[in-house]
């Protein structure tokens, strides 16, 4: 059994995490970010804030979202068990909404205004202008230009939400081009901005405060697991991009016998060097604001990343994933695109549900487990979101003309 | 002795005169050209900087505006590396070995070398100083004391929302002189209040012992005079690297000098060294 790391005292009030996390920012961010972690040690525990935390959860994200039992998929694999928990059901059609209410009724606390967000897939940016639309907040998304040639419709969502999508014209153009863009308007403009990390990395208080936010995930399917199950599964498994999928769901099993897997995007292959599977191939660095395990090369500079799927495209990593692969409470994998996308095919066709490219990771890695657990194990994954945005990628690889 | 330091301490020993407020000039090393940094330093130099910043290239240098963001990348599609940085630097100092050079950068190419093997090398070249953007005192204990074991000063940054505490504690830990962001933003913008910027570094001044520098934002000669006057330094980054543009152009090498000039004699004016109390 992987040892339990004593997550309670983590991360310290530096927001580190072992060697991992911290507050690596230039001076100008150093009071943004206490103000930030001021407001948020202040609401985390309000009962008011909560309250209407749970009641937006509820009534205008869906929560709880079910776990279902992909039974004519797992009967096909012909292993274990596959449950699902179908963060793809939830308004706007991921798990990002989770973390993006719970900010957006932060900044209200603060007094902020205006909001911006970086984004890759666009799960988060939808997710960022949907609860800015909500709440009668300036949204700006900050977008790499590759990224919205990609994910077109999701970028079209954002304007008719009323955000405004800013494209990203330097480096890579992808998602971490976006995060520096993102944080110059931020830093710019912080007396009345917000600005919605869309996952636990960068610097802290974002690495726990967006972990609290997605834990709901865990929470929800542990009890789910035993009321349906009558057990607690024996691995949990979720994609890893930035890792805040993940983080939820794992947090909810931290302290129990349950294997944790996170999966990262292997691209065309690790061996190829063309993929972002920063815990699987990465090395130690300090990149927007936290140490944690990236992909750079010889001279330090962070690299370009390869990913089928948008949102697992991003050259770093949460840092309490860094924490946890070292502590070894958890476990980390890489899928290529093309077994990504095989699995994306196949949950299609036999469950009647379209998972997100970046979900397909973690249903790939799940589908190698069942066979090789066999029948009477029971294996719980993240659907961490829908594959709808995806649909024009698919359509693509697959050499069909829309 | 460190070379910023008797700089700067030559400069408060001449007092209250012309020349006294001291000219940082920044450029990234490797833009417009690799082949082209080690001359235009020379030409700052010529020009009136008292002290040069060299930018080692990062691929992500999320302090920095577009100007400087968009040198990186052509430096780094030049191929520049750190090793490329201290090569320079070395032929640098074939020609100068009295004017003091800081080298500006990221933490991670640095912790990627070693922060101690980085401070050997950036030793070894003739820096004087280091400073990194993204490594505030809390977390550079490491690199500090690698700095400190060569003799290197650390420069750190403060900016409008450092409270008086945190001043105190980056005066504690910085050496050389300490660098006031004039503005809440990054380098190059354009959102300064020149009032504000004065009172704070002459408030900052107070609480500490080192020169006070002040830099983000400064644009022109004009602009350059009304921040100096709460200032020991003033840093002009973006505005040179946009002279410099990007086609490797010798005249605006020349522009880019002429900017130096400008802003030299700015300062040095009698009206305006008349009525500075720097230094």
């Given at each position: 059994?992987a040892?339990?790391?004593?997550t309670?005292?983590?991360?310290?009030?530096?927001?580190?995490?072992?060697?991992?996390?911290?507050?690596?920012?230039?001076?100008?961010?150093?009071?943004?970010?206490?103000?930030?972690?001021?407001?948020?040690?202040?609401?985390?525990?309000?009962?008011?804030?909560?309250?209407?935390?749970?009641?937006?959860?509820?009534?205008?994200?869906?929560r709880p979202s079910p776990v279902y039992?992909a039974?004519?998929w797992?009967?096909?694999?012909?292993?274990a068990d596959i449950w699902l928990k179908r963060e793809d059901l939830n308004?706007?059609g991921a798990h990002k909404i989770n973390n993006?209410?719970?900010?957006?009724?932060?900044?209200?606390?603060?007094?902020?205004?205006?909001?911006?967000?970086?984004?890759g897939a666009?799960q988060h940016?939808?997710a960022?202008?949907?609860?800015?639309?909500?709440?009668?907040?300036?949204?700006?998304?900050?977008?790499?230009?590759?990224?919205?040639?990609?994910?077109?419709?999701?970028?079209?969502?954002?304007?008719?939400?009323?955000?405004?999508?800013?494209?990203?014209?330097?480096?890579?153009?992808?998602?971490?081009?976006?995060?520096?863009?993102?944080?110059?308007?931020?830093?710019?403009?912080?007396?009345?901005?917000?600005?919605?990390?869309g996952t636990v990395a960068?610097?802290?208080?974002?690495p726990?405060?967006v972990r609290e936010f997605q834990a709901v995930i865990g929470r929800e399917a542990r009890?789910q697991m035993?009321?349906?199950?009558?057990?607690l599964p024996d691995v949990a498994v979720a994609c890893v991009g930035g890792g805040s999928n993940a983080i939820g769901l794992f947090h909810g099993f931290l302290d129990d016998?349950v294997k944790l897997v996170g999966v990262e995007a292997a691209?065309?292959?690790?061996?190829?060097?063309?993929?972002a599977a920063s815990l699987c191939?990465?090395?130690?660095?300090?990149?927007?604001?936290?140490?944690s395990y990236?992909?750079?090369?010889?001279?330090?500079?962070?690299?370009?990343?390869?990913s089928?799927s948008a949102g697992l495209d991003y050259?770093g990593v949460g840092p309490e994933h860094a924490w946890l692969k070292?502590s070894g409470r958890a476990e980390y994998v890489a899928v290529?695109?093309?077994d990504a996308?095989?699995a994306f095919?196949?949950l299609?066709?036999?469950?009647?549900i379209?998972p997100a490219l970046e979900s397909s990771h973690a249903l790939a890695y799940a589908r190698t487990l069942a066979?090789?657990m066999?029948?009477?194990a029971v294996i719980l994954v993240n659907l961490s979101g829908r594959g709808?945005?995806?649909?024009?990628?698919?359509?693509?690889?697959?050499?069909?003309?829309? | 002795?460190?070379?910023?330091?008797?700089?700067?301490?030559?400069?408060?020993?001449?007092?209250?005169?012309?020349?006294?407020?001291?000219?940082?000039?920044?450029?990234?090393?490797?833009?417009?050209?690799?082949?082209?940094?080690?001359?235009?330093?020379?030409?700052?130099?010529?020009?009136?900087?008292?002290?040069?910043?060299?930018?080692?290239?990062?691929?992500?240098?999320?302090?920095?505006?577009?100007?400087?963001?968009?040198?990186?990348?052509?430096?780094?599609?030049?191929?520049?590396?750190?090793?490329?940085?201290?090569?320079?630097?070395?032929?640098?100092?074939?020609?100068?070995?009295?004017?003091?050079?800081?080298?500006?950068?990221?933490?991670?190419?640095?912790?990627?070398?070693?922060?101690?093997?980085?401070?050997?090398?950036?030793?070894?070249?003739?820096?004087?100083?280091?400073?990194?953007?993204?490594?505030?005192?809390?977390?550079?204990?490491?690199?500090?004391?690698?700095?400190?074991?060569?003799?290197?000063?650390?420069?750190?940054?403060?900016?409008?929302?450092?409270?008086?505490?945190?001043?105190?504690?980056?005066?504690?830990?910085?050496?050389?002189?300490?660098?006031?962001?004039?503005?809440?933003?990054?380098?190059?913008?354009?959102?300064?209040?020149?009032?504000?910027?004065?009172?704070?570094?002459?408030?900052?001044?107070?609480?500490?012992?080192?020169?006070?520098?002040?830099?983000?934002?400064?644009?022109?000669?004009?602009?350059?005079?009304?921040?100096?006057?709460?200032?020991?330094?003033?840093?002009?980054?973006?505005?040179?690297?946009?002279?410099?543009?990007?086609?490797?152009?010798?005249?605006?090498?020349?522009?880019?000098?002429?900017?130096?000039?400008?802003?030299?004699?700015?300062?040095?004016?009698?009206?305006?060294?008349?009525?500075?109390?720097?230094?």
């Amino acid at each position: 059994m992987a040892k339990r790391p004593d997550t309670a005292s983590l991360p310290d009030a530096r927001g580190h995490f072992g060697p991992w996390g911290g507050t690596f920012v230039a001076e100008t961010l150093v009071g943004p970010l206490e103000e930030l972690r001021d407001a948020w040690e202040r609401y985390r525990m309000d009962p008011e804030f909560v309250q209407e935390l749970e009641s937006d959860l509820k009534h205008f994200v869906g929560r709880p979202s079910p776990v279902y039992f992909a039974q004519r998929w797992s009967r096909k694999i012909g292993g274990a068990d596959i449950w699902l928990k179908r963060e793809d059901l939830n308004h706007t059609g991921a798990h990002k909404i989770n973390n993006t209410v719970g900010q957006a009724l932060l900044a209200r606390r603060m007094g902020k205004g205006r909001v911006i967000a970086e984004t890759g897939a666009g799960q988060h940016g939808v997710a960022s202008a949907t609860v800015a639309a909500r709440f009668g907040l300036d949204c700006v998304v900050y977008m790499g230009r590759v990224d919205m040639v990609r994910q077109a419709i999701n970028v079209y969502r954002m304007r008719l939400l009323g955000a405004e999508v800013i494209p990203v014209e330097s480096g890579s153009k992808t998602l971490k081009d976006a995060l520096n863009e993102a944080l110059r308007d931020w830093v710019s403009n912080v007396h009345d901005t917000f600005y919605i990390i869309g996952t636990v990395a960068g610097p802290h208080p974002y690495p726990v405060m967006v972990r609290e936010f997605q834990a709901v995930i865990g929470r929800e399917a542990r009890a789910q697991m035993i009321e349906q199950t009558g057990r607690l599964p024996d691995v949990a498994v979720a994609c890893v991009g930035g890792g805040s999928n993940a983080i939820g769901l794992f947090h909810g099993f931290l302290d129990d016998d349950v294997k944790l897997v996170g999966v990262e995007a292997a691209g065309a292959g690790l061996e190829t060097g063309e993929h972002a599977a920063s815990l699987c191939a990465g090395q130690p660095g300090v990149l927007h604001g936290s140490r944690s395990y990236l992909l750079s090369d010889a001279d330090g500079q962070i690299s370009e990343t390869h990913s089928v799927s948008a949102g697992l495209d991003y050259p770093g990593v949460g840092p309490e994933h860094a924490w946890l692969k070292d502590s070894g409470r958890a476990e980390y994998v890489a899928v290529t695109d093309d077994d990504a996308l095989a699995a994306f095919h196949e949950l299609t066709v036999t469950e009647g549900i379209m998972p997100a490219l970046e979900s397909s990771h973690a249903l790939a890695y799940a589908r190698t487990l069942a066979r090789d657990m066999g029948p009477g194990a029971v294996i719980l994954v993240n659907l961490s979101g829908r594959g709808d945005k995806d649909v024009q990628t698919v359509a693509d690889i697959d050499g069909v003309a829309l | 002795m460190n070379r910023i330091v008797t700089r700067l301490d030559a400069l408060r020993a001449a007092g209250k005169k012309a020349g006294t407020t001291a000219i940082v000039a920044y450029v990234t090393a490797g833009h417009p050209h690799p082949d082209m940094t080690v001359g235009i330093m020379h030409e700052l130099v010529a020009a009136g900087a008292d002290l040069l910043e060299l930018g080692v290239p990062f691929s992500d240098p999320m302090a920095d505006g577009p100007v400087i963001q968009r040198a990186c990348e052509t430096a780094l599609g030049h191929g520049v590396s750190s090793g490329t940085v201290f090569k320079m630097l070395r032929r640098f100092r074939e020609r100068d070995v009295t004017t003091p050079v800081i080298l500006m950068g990221y933490l991670n190419p640095i912790e990627t070398m070693g922060t101690g093997a980085f401070a050997a090398r950036a030793a070894e070249a003739g820096a004087d100083g280091v400073l990194v953007v993204d490594c505030p005192p809390e977390e550079s204990g490491e690199l500090n004391a690698a700095l400190k074991a060569k003799e290197l000063c650390q420069i750190y940054l403060l900016s409008p929302t450092t409270t008086d505490d945190r001043v105190r504690l980056i005066a504690g830990q910085g050496s050389g002189f300490l660098y006031y962001v004039a503005l809440t933003g990054v380098t190059g913008a354009d959102s300064l209040i020149p009032d504000t910027v004065v009172a704070r570094v002459q408030q900052i001044r107070g609480m500490t012992d080192l020169p006070v520098g002040v830099g983000f934002g400064i644009k022109d000669a004009e602009s350059a005079v009304v921040l100096a006057a709460g200032a020991d330094l003033i840093i002009v980054g973006s505005a040179l690297v946009a002279r410099l543009g990007e086609r490797g152009d010798p005249e605006a090498v020349k522009a880019a000098a002429a900017l130096v000039s400008e802003i030299r004699a700015g300062l040095d004016a009698p009206s305006v060294a008349g009525e500075r109390g720097v230094l």
